[in-house]
């Protein structure tokens, strides 16, 4: 009789206890490999990428991505309208463009032509004089920066807009990173972090 | 079923006349003890109205007071076997005359813990939810589920086993032992049971290492088991001193023995817990870094715990002496020492390091408000009116000044 | 063992599984267990609420006085408070409960506060396991995260309640312990990195068992959620997570009107009451509709990527499975899908 009383007890605790679950993650995942691609659902806002302006990357992936559109923040002809018919002068706030202070590498490496097609400077150049659209500026930026194009082609860098289903657009390196001056600037944190219900 | 109803009702005005009348220090004591009571109701109401924000706690120490409170009652509810062990078990005719009164402890203790974790509770109004089937009870996974059986099933059976002993009596009946002893074996078992699984509402936590080890249960039950007797003790030398019931000095005796004995397996206990924090502190010894000696400038619970662990030394190292434990005037003191110790131990040495630091290695200190503090006092108020009540009437019913009148 | 807590399950809850924790497994029973239940429960709900609609209302009459002095407003509010009160957990409410129970919410709200808001109940979609990444190499310590997720989720304001926590980090050292999270200087500081911290959605997550009233579970797309109404407010799962992602409302919370986000969840950002439990829920009134989380979308320089785990073509899952990820506290089993990756 007792001996009932203590089993029961004991199955009951063990029915309370969590049996080993480690590694159930990774089996949802393996169990979801076959066929899980791309799920459609009515509750996926189709609007996500409504205001956005985006174009097909011209980068080799296991999936095809886009890029927002940088001429769609700026017009073509903002560049034009001065440079059509005047070549690029090396030297930046001679004349113009005095708010643009190159901070990006050293003089030996770098000048306004090593990016900037010189004829044409509404597009850019890669160091072997290939033309690249303002709206492909990764091709320019890999040049040197290989391994964050790459990081950034399969999302591990950068952002992505629009949200994190369907189509996958990505923000250009030029939309986070000013290109003559890309590093991240030091700041004040946007917030407090301390809480009026403590004190440290 | 007529006849038992009225005799039941008659049975229980008598007890309840009994109760409004007494000695003049009887009253003076219940008035205090009210006093107390509405002074914690009122703190409770403005609780009520503004939240939990009234008290010290926050989301780094999320419970303070009122669940140190809690765990240390459970202790002294649970300690009401080892009265009951000797008396039904071994029937030892001296414990026989006290158990009683380790129920009334009990019943008294367990409606404080309930009491603690109702204040203690952010919606007492959705407690409703609680209710199984018409609102969600999460049995058998959550401790806290299983903590509110234990704790209503001890108080149901601590008060169904000394009503029944005592409405027999009252009757001038001798209780029918084939009836009630089943009932007392499981609330031996379940006395182990509500301690165990308090135990456990915290052991079974990892993100918390100062409470997640396995020890953790038997401490709890060997520390309820040296400070509820000596509360007891104490509560007994009280009622020898100030009423007119009889206690034998052969139970105060005996209980003293139960007390040294469980003091003495908690300090050893103690002894390896401290060993294992501080031999080779890891990262998870934080919190008894923090308990024992403070970190940096916060060390607000160093004095508490230095002074229980003193004390605990103390008193058991004097109890251990067949000398002193006889001598009443050091008893009494020690027991009351004793109490202390184990319910700054339990209560706030417990509770309060678990939190510090928080989980992703953050101290924020815990200081109990005023109101806080007030209303714990309410309840502890509350729990000693509860229990003056019942020892008052198992003594009297059981020394026969409470009887059925002929009449009636 | 399994067969053992199924059973009980069943003879308690009858339910056949655990919704809070092995969801993936069973939900095929899941409706016939839930149905049982709630035939059980709901009638006897219903009675109870039949009572209680009729007590309350004598009471909220006596308490203002003639009914011809009770406005209109003020009627229909109560009655609406007490429909609420009465209402049971949002687990096992049925379709038509839950609709209910949403158009309650925007109705007191209007009501109230004068607030037009819409509570959604979009239900997780199938084939979707939220995950998270983040880039400690990348976080500069801004805090942009946090000020949008207050934003976004109607934190209170009163008591400035975060759900994120940015610790400030020594080099050399990955412990928490030598984190700072309650610097307010500027950042980035030269010597220092930056690691963020929040609700980790672990698949295993510790906060939702030990819950009493099991107001607290994993949704079939992993996300962790609470029943705000549901809630008791015994703070036993803030004191279960290892993550400290927990977060109480100590008083009454408190927006201002003109920050109020309108776009809510029920089980995400919508008003809660003092007393209960909340927590980061990757903004689920976002993310089911296929949005990013604030955090997310509002990290300046791209240290925050989330997305659908179960997909192998999601960047997420490159990420996984292609960086150095490592997850907070492995050690205790708890599988978070919150995962720290270094450039």
Redesign the interface.
């Given at each position: 009789m007792m001996k009932a009383i203590h089993l029961l007890f004991l199955s009951i605790l063990m029915a309370a206890c969590h049996p080993g679950h480690h590694g159930v993650l990774n089996k949802k995942i393996e169990k979801a490999k076959v066929g899980t691609s791309s799920m459609a659902s009515d509750q996926i806002s189709p609007e996500l990428l409504q205001d956005i302006q985006y174009e097909k990357a011209k980068w080799k992936t296991k999936t095809d991505f886009f890029v927002q559109k940088r001429f769609s923040q700026f017009k073509e002809n903002t560049c034009k309208d001065c440079h059509e018919s005047k070549k690029i002068i090396n030297q930046v706030g001679v004349t113009q463009h005095s708010e643009i202070i190159l901070q990006h590498a050293s003089q030996e490496v770098m000048n306004c032509t090593t990016c900037h097609d010189p004829k044409r400077v509404w597009q850019l150049k890669t160091l072997n004089h290939f033309t690249v659209s303002i709206n492909h500026p990764y091709q320019v930026c890999t040049q040197c920066h290989f391994q964050q194009v790459e990081d950034w082609s399969k999302g591990a860098h950068g952002k992505r807009v629009g949200g994190w289903h369907g189509k996958i657009v990505r923000n250009n390196c030029t939309d986070c990173h000013n290109p003559h001056d890309p590093s991240f600037k030091p700041r004040w944190p946007s917030i407090n972090p301390n809480g009026s219900r403590w004190i440290k | 079923m007529r006849i038992f109803y009225r005799q039941f009702t008659n049975f229980f005005f008598d007890c309840l006349r009994y109760s409004l009348t007494g000695e003049r220090i009887y009253h003076l004591w219940m008035g205090f003890l009210t006093f107390l009571m509405l002074m914690g109701a009122g703190l409770y109401l403005i609780q009520l109205d503004?939240?939990?924000?009234v008290?010290g706690?926050?989301?780094?120490v999320?419970?303070g007071l009122y669940i140190s409170n809690f765990t240390f009652l459970v202790g002294l509810a649970a300690a009401a076997v080892m009265l009951v062990l000797p008396a039904y078990i071994f029937s030892d005719v001296d414990f026989h005359k006290v158990v009683l009164i380790g129920e009334g402890v009990a019943v008294g203790a367990l409606f404080m813990c309930l009491a603690f974790?109702t204040v203690?509770?952010?919606?007492?109004?959705?407690?409703w939810?609680?209710i199984?089937?018409?609102?969600?009870?999460?049995?058998?996974?959550?401790?806290?589920?299983?903590d509110?059986i234990v704790l209503n099933g001890y108080l149901l059976l601590n008060m169904f086993i000394p009503m029944y002993i005592l409405f027999q009596r009252y009757h001038g009946r001798v209780p029918n032992k084939k009836f009630y002893l089943p009932f007392v074996f499981l609330s031996i078992f379940w006395a182990l049971g509500i301690h165990l699984v308090t135990a456990f509402?915290y052991a079974?936590?990892?993100?918390?290492p100062f409470w997640n080890n396995s020890l953790l249960g038997p401490r709890f039950l060997a520390s309820a088991f040296a400070g509820g007797p000596a509360f007891i003790l104490v509560l007994l030398g009280a009622v020898k001193k100030f009423s007119q019931f009889k206690v034998d000095t052969e139970v105060i005796n005996k209980l003293a023995i139960i007390i040294t004995a469980a003091a003495q397996i908690n300090l050893i206990m103690l002894g390896s817990e401290l060993f294992k924090e501080f031999y080779n502190p890891t990262?998870h010894s934080?919190s008894a870094m923090y308990l024992f000696f403070g970190i940096g400038k916060l060390n607000a619970l160093v004095p508490w715990i230095w002074t229980s662990i003193i004390l605990n030394i103390l008193v058991t190292v004097t109890l251990t002496f067949h000398r002193f434990r006889k001598n009443p005037y050091i008893l009494y003191p020690a027991c009351a020492l004793l109490f202390i110790a184990i319910w700054i131990d339990k209560g706030m040495g417990l509770i309060i390091p678990?939190?510090i630091?928080?989980?992703?290695?953050?101290?924020?200190?815990y200081h109990p408000t005023l109101i806080e503090i007030g209303i714990s006092i309410g309840i502890w108020g509350m729990g000693l009116f509860i229990l003056s009540i019942l020892v008052r009437l198992g003594f009297a019913i059981d020394q026969g000044f409470l009887r059925k009148s002929e009449d009636s | 063992m399994k067969k053992i807590r199924d059973f009980l399950n069943r003879f308690l809850k009858g339910k056949k599984c655990d919704h809070g924790r092995d969801q993936a497994n069973c939900c095929s029973h899941e409706e016939s267990g839930a149905k049982q239940l709630l035939g059980r429960t709901m009638g006897r709900r219903n009675f109870l609420r039949g009572a209680a609609a009729s007590a309350g209302a004598g009471a909220s009459l006596m308490a203002v006085g003639p009914t011809a002095l009770l406005d209109e407003k003020t009627r229909q509010s109560a009655s609406l408070k007490w429909e609420e009160y009465f209402k049971g957990n949002y687990r096992v409410m049925n379709k038509k409960e839950r609709l209910a129970t949403l158009k309650r919410l925007e109705e007191l709200a209007k009501l109230n506060r004068n607030e037009n808001i819409q509570v959604s109940g979009a239900e997780p979609i199938p084939g979707v396991l939220f995950g998270y990444a983040f880039n400690i190499s990348k976080c500069e310590g801004y805090m942009d995260c946090i000020k949008a997720c207050v934003e976004e989720n109607n934190l209170d304001r009163d008591s400035n309640m975060q759900y994120i926590k940015v610790f400030e980090m020594d080099h050399g050292k990955i412990n928490l312990e030598n984190g700072d999270a309650a610097y307010f200087h500027e950042v980035p500081q030269d010597d220092k990195f930056y690691i963020g911290t929040q609700c980790m959605h672990c698949e295993n997550p510790p906060c939702v068992p030990v819950c009493p009233t099991g107001a607290t579970w994993k949704e079939q797309d992993g996300i962790v959620v609470v029943d705000y109404d549901w809630c008791i407010g015994c703070r036993y799962c803030e004191a279960a997570c290892p993550y400290w992602a927990r977060r109480f409302n100590w008083g009454e919370p408190h927006v201002p009107a003109e920050q109020i986000n309108p776009n809510q969840h029920y089980l995400g950002n919508r008003k809660k009451s003092k007393g209960s439990m909340e927590k980061c829920h990757f903004c689920v009134q976002r993310t089911r509709k296929g949005e990013n989380p604030a955090c997310v979308d509002a990290c300046p320089t791209g240290a925050r990527v989330f997305g659908n785990i179960l997909d192998p073509n999601s960047d997420i899952r490159y990420i996984i499975e292609n960086k150095k990820v490592f997850r907070l506290k492995e050690e205790l089993g708890t599988e978070p899908k919150f995962w720290y990756y270094m450039d």
């Amino acid at each position: 009789m007792m001996k009932a009383i203590h089993l029961l007890f004991l199955s009951i605790l063990m029915a309370a206890c969590h049996p080993g679950h480690h590694g159930v993650l990774n089996k949802k995942i393996e169990k979801a490999k076959v066929g899980t691609s791309s799920m459609a659902s009515d509750q996926i806002s189709p609007e996500l990428l409504q205001d956005i302006q985006y174009e097909k990357a011209k980068w080799k992936t296991k999936t095809d991505f886009f890029v927002q559109k940088r001429f769609s923040q700026f017009k073509e002809n903002t560049c034009k309208d001065c440079h059509e018919s005047k070549k690029i002068i090396n030297q930046v706030g001679v004349t113009q463009h005095s708010e643009i202070i190159l901070q990006h590498a050293s003089q030996e490496v770098m000048n306004c032509t090593t990016c900037h097609d010189p004829k044409r400077v509404w597009q850019l150049k890669t160091l072997n004089h290939f033309t690249v659209s303002i709206n492909h500026p990764y091709q320019v930026c890999t040049q040197c920066h290989f391994q964050q194009v790459e990081d950034w082609s399969k999302g591990a860098h950068g952002k992505r807009v629009g949200g994190w289903h369907g189509k996958i657009v990505r923000n250009n390196c030029t939309d986070c990173h000013n290109p003559h001056d890309p590093s991240f600037k030091p700041r004040w944190p946007s917030i407090n972090p301390n809480g009026s219900r403590w004190i440290k | 079923m007529r006849i038992f109803y009225r005799q039941f009702t008659n049975f229980f005005f008598d007890c309840l006349r009994y109760s409004l009348t007494g000695e003049r220090i009887y009253h003076l004591w219940m008035g205090f003890l009210t006093f107390l009571m509405l002074m914690g109701a009122g703190l409770y109401l403005i609780q009520l109205d503004q939240g939990l924000i009234v008290t010290g706690m926050n989301d780094y120490v999320s419970w303070g007071l009122y669940i140190s409170n809690f765990t240390f009652l459970v202790g002294l509810a649970a300690a009401a076997v080892m009265l009951v062990l000797p008396a039904y078990i071994f029937s030892d005719v001296d414990f026989h005359k006290v158990v009683l009164i380790g129920e009334g402890v009990a019943v008294g203790a367990l409606f404080m813990c309930l009491a603690f974790v109702t204040v203690d509770m952010g919606g007492p109004h959705r407690l409703w939810h609680l209710i199984p089937k018409i609102g969600y009870f999460n049995w058998p996974e959550s401790m806290l589920a299983w903590d509110v059986i234990v704790l209503n099933g001890y108080l149901l059976l601590n008060m169904f086993i000394p009503m029944y002993i005592l409405f027999q009596r009252y009757h001038g009946r001798v209780p029918n032992k084939k009836f009630y002893l089943p009932f007392v074996f499981l609330s031996i078992f379940w006395a182990l049971g509500i301690h165990l699984v308090t135990a456990f509402l915290y052991a079974g936590l990892p993100a918390r290492p100062f409470w997640n080890n396995s020890l953790l249960g038997p401490r709890f039950l060997a520390s309820a088991f040296a400070g509820g007797p000596a509360f007891i003790l104490v509560l007994l030398g009280a009622v020898k001193k100030f009423s007119q019931f009889k206690v034998d000095t052969e139970v105060i005796n005996k209980l003293a023995i139960i007390i040294t004995a469980a003091a003495q397996i908690n300090l050893i206990m103690l002894g390896s817990e401290l060993f294992k924090e501080f031999y080779n502190p890891t990262e998870h010894s934080a919190s008894a870094m923090y308990l024992f000696f403070g970190i940096g400038k916060l060390n607000a619970l160093v004095p508490w715990i230095w002074t229980s662990i003193i004390l605990n030394i103390l008193v058991t190292v004097t109890l251990t002496f067949h000398r002193f434990r006889k001598n009443p005037y050091i008893l009494y003191p020690a027991c009351a020492l004793l109490f202390i110790a184990i319910w700054i131990d339990k209560g706030m040495g417990l509770i309060i390091p678990g939190f510090i630091p928080s989980p992703l290695h953050e101290y924020v200190e815990y200081h109990p408000t005023l109101i806080e503090i007030g209303i714990s006092i309410g309840i502890w108020g509350m729990g000693l009116f509860i229990l003056s009540i019942l020892v008052r009437l198992g003594f009297a019913i059981d020394q026969g000044f409470l009887r059925k009148s002929e009449d009636s | 063992m399994k067969k053992i807590r199924d059973f009980l399950n069943r003879f308690l809850k009858g339910k056949k599984c655990d919704h809070g924790r092995d969801q993936a497994n069973c939900c095929s029973h899941e409706e016939s267990g839930a149905k049982q239940l709630l035939g059980r429960t709901m009638g006897r709900r219903n009675f109870l609420r039949g009572a209680a609609a009729s007590a309350g209302a004598g009471a909220s009459l006596m308490a203002v006085g003639p009914t011809a002095l009770l406005d209109e407003k003020t009627r229909q509010s109560a009655s609406l408070k007490w429909e609420e009160y009465f209402k049971g957990n949002y687990r096992v409410m049925n379709k038509k409960e839950r609709l209910a129970t949403l158009k309650r919410l925007e109705e007191l709200a209007k009501l109230n506060r004068n607030e037009n808001i819409q509570v959604s109940g979009a239900e997780p979609i199938p084939g979707v396991l939220f995950g998270y990444a983040f880039n400690i190499s990348k976080c500069e310590g801004y805090m942009d995260c946090i000020k949008a997720c207050v934003e976004e989720n109607n934190l209170d304001r009163d008591s400035n309640m975060q759900y994120i926590k940015v610790f400030e980090m020594d080099h050399g050292k990955i412990n928490l312990e030598n984190g700072d999270a309650a610097y307010f200087h500027e950042v980035p500081q030269d010597d220092k990195f930056y690691i963020g911290t929040q609700c980790m959605h672990c698949e295993n997550p510790p906060c939702v068992p030990v819950c009493p009233t099991g107001a607290t579970w994993k949704e079939q797309d992993g996300i962790v959620v609470v029943d705000y109404d549901w809630c008791i407010g015994c703070r036993y799962c803030e004191a279960a997570c290892p993550y400290w992602a927990r977060r109480f409302n100590w008083g009454e919370p408190h927006v201002p009107a003109e920050q109020i986000n309108p776009n809510q969840h029920y089980l995400g950002n919508r008003k809660k009451s003092k007393g209960s439990m909340e927590k980061c829920h990757f903004c689920v009134q976002r993310t089911r509709k296929g949005e990013n989380p604030a955090c997310v979308d509002a990290c300046p320089t791209g240290a925050r990527v989330f997305g659908n785990i179960l997909d192998p073509n999601s960047d997420i899952r490159y990420i996984i499975e292609n960086k150095k990820v490592f997850r907070l506290k492995e050690e205790l089993g708890t599988e978070p899908k919150f995962w720290y990756y270094m450039d």
